[in-house]
């Protein structure tokens, strides 16, 4: 069999790929690249230390790595990603695709429209109307519960994001789910009933093997964007002390707060291996399920 | 054909965009008349009266002036209303990359590393020889002139200067059987009223500013006042205070007034506690607030104010902030202040530099400076508009005659910033509940490796 089915030749190839990988290289490799550099040096925002930057070795590097600040940091970032995304978004995500899975009409329809709009809202937006929620003293929750003064995003600041986080993005999941769930034929589903299956093992044997491949690329997916994600700093800003300072808001406190752009960038280097960590045993368990199916 | 058809589109789209790109910039007679003016101020929130002053009264005044002259200016107001913080790393990125305003807002305390960073310049540098002969320069003391200057050289225009007072309310002081012309002498009286407060119901008798969220706040409002009320400097003989006993007795009374519960630990933790805090104050929660004058004018005021008092001058009372005891303070004073200044700095990027020095100096004239004062009295950096205008505001003038004479500045040097954090780091652990001995030995850590441990005392 040829390899070249779209039957363009090596040159034609070659220049399909060009433009992509240029912009790779800039937008990518290249400012990755300028990190490493970067959190090679002593450079800061203001001071001396902007004008002339002095080369440091890997001082940024071990001061981050025994930096306690940064282990609190990525432990709440841990924290952060199992919860909102993974049992969050994923589990809420599925539970209500498959709530829905046979319904039709004007329930099925308010509820996706309900979890799309949480998601699609500017995140600036949001955040305003969660510290309306949340705020202690004139929060729409304390009013509804009667517990007034109750400061929910001082006294729980994680649990609030991680809450927040999981209604602000299970539509993505949802949606997922949903399309992944019509991958399952019906019948299987029908016989597995006729045999007494329960629910539970419904999902277990029937439902879950068919639809793997979808739920490791949703659990990829969502788990990188929430590594990353910045929009709990609208709700919290980290605080207080420092306690749902999860990594993307420790470097923005150190780096652009604090200043010091040669340690912010260091840490970014790390973030950025900790993806590619978390990315590769992602792609590893797809391809080994490809290689079961195979 | 179609790749041929698609350059001529795109084509065609860059032309337009550029065409109204350059619509806005380029008015008039061609060549590029423009300026700008940021500073951290917006109409309705922060700051207000200033930014009226910019966009109502300033930028008209200053288009109709060179429009005699037969030049046709364009001057735009940049508005920001942000924490100070918040406000620095923005204009900091800005001038980093070579962009901004033309006349920019800056804190003095931000021109020593700024200045250093390269990321502004001397104004007869930026401007040429007529910064030296402009009028104004004889109408600013020294001392004032000195916000504004780094290394012995002038990087921007003072807009006056503040000093830091206890405010406090004359109602609840009432409640409680307290003074309505009340005068601690020391940071125990504070606490007793403190505690007088509390037995009469007051939900916060005391707040005095702690924690990181709360920024340089917290240093010039809370940590620097008392630590110059024991006696000690942050900066002095060219050693920087470590955690020494005077820090100890700061970081003391801050755990004092926490545990004893006269204060409230949530506020000093909050994103936005600084702004609730004033918010409280307005609303008769707060029994004494450490503030600058920039509290009774900018937020207190009762029309432009973002928490207006419509009974401020009956139920606001000021003291001056005590010494630990009396005689305690520092150069042995009984009293003791903080003051500080903003000061307006020219862009070095700027295109038209002799215009914005034009602009600057207008703005700084003896008739701008006046006109500012309408909307919020102040004490500016000239003697001849401060001799004319004090007399009617007893507040402002308490701050010139009693607060002035006793008042200390922050080191302008650019390692302060760093270490005014590390001091807020250490009320914040105050607030958290650790001990003045955890917090002071953290702090004098920290405080070390900034600016080596040869030039700490301890």
């Given at each position: 069999?040829?390899?070249?089915?779209?039957?363009?030749?090596?040159?034609?190839?070659?220049?399909?790929?060009?433009?992509?990988?240029?912009?790779?290289?800039?937008?990518?490799?290249?400012?990755?690249?300028?990190?490493?550099?970067l959190?090679?040096t002593d450079f800061r925002l203001t001071g001396l230390a902007a004008a002339d930057p002095k080369?440091v070795?890997?001082?940024n590097?071990?001061?981050?790595?025994?930096?306690?600040?940064?282990?609190?940091?990525?432990?709440?970032?841990?924290?952060?990603?199992?919860?909102?995304?993974?049992?969050?978004?994923?589990?809420?995500?599925?539970?209500?695709?498959?709530?829905?899975?046979?319904?039709?009409?004007?329930?099925?329809?308010?509820?996706?429209?309900?979890?799309?709009?949480?998601?699609?809202?500017?995140?600036?937006?949001?955040?305003?109307?969660?510290?309306?929620?949340?705020?202690?003293?004139?929060?729409?929750?304390?009013?509804?519960?009667?517990?007034?003064?109750?400061?929910?995003?001082?006294?729980?600041?994680?649990?609030?994001?991680?809450?927040?986080?999981?209604?602000?993005?299970?539509?993505?999941?949802?949606?997922?789910?949903?399309?992944?769930?019509?991958?399952?034929?019906?019948?299987?589903?029908?016989?597995?009933?006729?045999?007494?299956?329960?629910?539970?093992?419904?999902?277990?044997?029937?439902?879950?093997?068919?639809?793997?491949?979808?739920?490791?690329?949703?659990?990829?997916?969502?788990?990188?964007?929430?590594?990353?994600?910045?929009?709990?700093?609208?709700?919290?800003?980290?605080?207080?002390?420092?306690?749902?300072?999860?990594?993307?808001?420790?470097?923005?406190?150190v780096a652009l707060?604090g200043g010091k752009l040669g340690f912010g960038a260091?840490?970014?280097?790390?973030?950025?291996?900790?993806?590619?960590?978390?990315?590769?045993?992602?792609?590893?368990?797809?391809?080994?399920?490809?290689?079961?199916?195979? | 054909?179609?790749?041929?058809?698609?350059?001529?589109?795109?084509?065609?789209?860059?032309?337009?965009?550029?065409?109204?790109?350059?619509?806005?910039?380029?008015?008039?007679?061609?060549?590029?008349?423009?300026?700008?003016?940021?500073?951290?101020?917006?109409?309705?929130?922060?700051?207000?009266?200033?930014?009226?002053?910019?966009?109502?009264?300033?930028?008209?005044?200053?288009?109709?002036?060179?429009?005699?002259?037969?030049?046709?200016?364009?001057?735009?107001?940049?508005?920001?209303?942000?924490?100070?913080?918040?406000?620095?790393?923005?204009?900091a990125?800005?001038?980093k990359?070579?962009?901004?305003?033309?006349?920019?807002?800056?804190?003095?305390?931000?021109?020593?590393e700024f200045?250093q960073a390269?990321y502004?310049?001397?104004?007869?540098?930026?401007?040429?020889?007529?910064?030296?002969?402009?009028?104004?320069?004889?109408?600013?003391?020294?001392?004032?002139?000195?916000?504004?200057?780094?290394?012995?050289?002038?990087?921007?225009?003072?807009?006056?200067?503040?000093?830091?007072?206890?405010?406090?309310?004359?109602?609840?002081?009432?409640?409680?059987?307290?003074?309505?012309?009340?005068?601690?002498?020391?940071?125990?009286?504070?606490?007793?009223?403190?505690?007088?407060?509390?037995?009469?119901?007051?939900?916060?008798?005391?707040?005095?500013?702690?924690?990181?969220?709360?920024?340089?706040?917290?240093?010039?409002?809370?940590?620097?006042?008392?630590?110059?009320?024991?006696?000690?400097?942050?900066?002095?003989?060219?050693?920087?205070?470590?955690?020494?006993?005077?820090?100890?007795?700061?970081?003391?009374?801050?755990?004092?007034?926490?545990?004893?519960?006269?204060?409230?630990?949530?506020?000093?933790?909050?994103?936005?506690?600084?702004?609730?805090?004033?918010?409280?104050?307005?609303?008769?929660?707060?029994?004494?607030?450490?503030?600058?004058?920039?509290?009774?004018?900018?937020?207190?005021?009762?029309?432009?104010?973002?928490?207006?008092?419509?009974?401020?001058?009956?139920?606001?009372?000021?003291?001056?902030?005590?010494?630990?005891?009396?005689?305690?303070?520092?150069?042995?004073?009984?009293?003791?202040?903080?003051?500080?200044?903003?000061?307006?700095?020219?862009?070095?990027?700027?295109?038209?530099?002799?215009?914005?020095?034009?602009?600057?100096?207008?703005?700084?004239?003896?008739?701008?400076?006046?006109?500012?004062?309408?909307?919020?009295?102040?004490?500016?950096?000239?003697?001849?508009?401060?001799?004319?205008?004090?007399?009617?505001?007893?507040?402002?003038?308490?701050?010139?005659?009693?607060?002035?004479?006793?008042?200390?500045?922050?080191?302008?040097?650019a390692v302060?910033p760093q270490?005014?954090?590390?001091?807020?780091?250490?009320?914040?652990?105050?607030?958290?509940?650790?001990?003045?001995?955890?917090?002071?030995?953290?702090?004098?850590?920290?405080?070390?490796?900034l600016?080596?441990?040869?030039?700490?005392?301890?």
């Amino acid at each position: 069999m040829s390899t070249d089915a779209a039957g363009l030749g090596r040159g034609r190839a070659v220049g399909f790929m060009v433009p992509a990988l240029v912009l790779i290289g800039v937008f990518l490799v290249f400012p990755a690249l300028w990190t490493i550099y970067l959190g090679l040096t002593d450079f800061r925002l203001t001071g001396l230390a902007a004008a002339d930057p002095k080369f440091v070795g890997a001082e940024n590097y071990t001061a981050a790595l025994g930096d306690e600040r940064f282990h609190t940091s990525l432990w709440l970032t841990v924290q952060f990603v199992l919860g909102s995304a993974v049992i969050g978004q994923a589990g809420l995500g599925f539970a209500i695709a498959w709530a829905l899975r046979d319904r039709s009409g004007p329930v099925r329809r308010v509820v996706e429209g309900l979890v799309l709009l949480a998601w699609i809202l500017p995140s600036s937006v949001v955040a305003f109307l969660w510290i309306a929620l949340l705020d202690g003293d004139q929060g729409t929750l304390n009013a509804l519960l009667r517990t007034d003064g109750f400061a929910w995003l001082l006294d729980h600041p994680m649990a609030s994001i991680v809450l927040f986080n999981t209604w602000r993005g299970t539509a993505f999941s949802m949606m997922l789910y949903g399309a992944a769930l019509e991958s399952v034929p019906p019948s299987h589903l029908e016989t597995a009933r006729l045999a007494g299956a329960s629910a539970f093992q419904q999902l277990r044997d029937v439902v879950f093997p068919r639809i793997r491949g979808h739920m490791l690329t949703n659990l990829l997916l969502i788990s990188l964007w929430t590594f990353n994600d910045f929009t709990a700093f609208q709700l919290t800003a980290g605080g207080p002390e420092g306690r749902s300072e999860i990594l993307p808001v420790y470097i923005y406190n150190v780096a652009l707060n604090g200043g010091k752009l040669g340690f912010g960038a260091a840490v970014s280097f790390l973030v950025l291996l900790i993806n590619l960590v978390l990315a590769l045993v992602y792609l590893r368990l797809l391809r080994g399920r490809r290689g079961v199916a195979a | 054909m179609r790749p041929a058809r698609m350059l001529t589109a795109l084509a065609a789209a860059t032309l337009a965009l550029a065409a109204c790109g350059s619509e806005g910039s380029s008015s008039g007679s061609g060549d590029d008349n423009t300026l700008t003016i940021t500073a951290n101020a917006i109409s309705g929130g922060k700051n207000a009266a200033t930014a009226d002053w910019t966009k109502n009264w300033l930028i008209p005044k200053f288009q109709e002036a060179q429009k005699a002259k037969g030049r046709n200016v364009q001057v735009t107001f940049q508005p920001n209303g942000v924490d100070d913080e918040q406000y620095k790393t923005k204009i900091a990125l800005d001038l980093k990359s070579k962009a901004g305003a033309d006349i920019i807002d800056l804190d003095g305390i931000w021109v020593g590393e700024f200045a250093q960073a390269g990321y502004i310049k001397p104004l007869n540098e930026a401007a040429g020889p007529e910064v030296d002969k402009w009028e104004g320069w004889s109408q600013i003391p020294e001392a004032v002139q000195g916000l504004g200057a780094f290394e012995d050289k002038k990087y921007g225009l003072p807009q006056g200067t503040d000093g830091r007072v206890l405010f406090y309310n004359k109602k609840l002081f009432a409640k409680a059987g307290l003074p309505a012309d009340w005068q601690p002498k020391s940071w125990q009286e504070i606490i007793d009223a403190g505690t007088a407060l509390k037995k009469a119901g007051v939900p916060t008798p005391l707040q005095i500013d702690a924690g990181t969220a709360m920024g340089e706040a917290t240093t010039m409002q809370g940590a620097l006042p008392l630590l110059v009320g024991t006696g000690s400097e942050i900066f002095a003989d060219g050693k920087w205070a470590g955690g020494s006993q005077a820090v100890k007795d700061v970081l003391g009374f801050y755990r004092q007034i926490f545990t004893a519960g006269l204060a409230e630990p949530r506020l000093q933790q909050e994103a936005k506690g600084r702004d609730k805090s004033f918010q409280q104050f307005a609303d008769g929660k707060i029994g004494v607030l450490a503030e600058g004058d920039y509290f009774w004018r900018s937020v207190i005021e009762p029309k432009a104010g973002v928490a207006p008092m419509q009974d401020r001058e009956d139920t606001v009372g000021y003291a001056l902030i005590p010494a630990k005891q009396p005689g305690a303070g520092v150069r042995g004073q009984d009293f003791v202040s903080m003051s500080g200044g903003a000061v307006r700095v020219l862009n070095p990027n700027s295109k038209n530099p002799k215009l914005a020095w034009e602009l600057l100096a207008f703005m700084h004239s003896a008739e701008a400076t006046k006109e500012g004062l309408i909307g919020e009295a102040r004490i500016t950096s000239r003697t001849d508009v401060n001799d004319e205008v004090l007399k009617d505001n007893p507040m402002l003038d308490f701050v010139a005659q009693k607060v002035l004479p006793i008042t200390s500045y922050r080191p302008g040097l650019a390692v302060y910033p760093q270490v005014s954090v590390a001091l807020q780091e250490a009320t914040a652990d105050i607030v958290s509940g650790k001990s003045v001995e955890e917090a002071a030995a953290a702090y004098d850590k920290k405080v070390a490796d900034l600016v080596g441990p040869e030039n700490v005392t301890r």
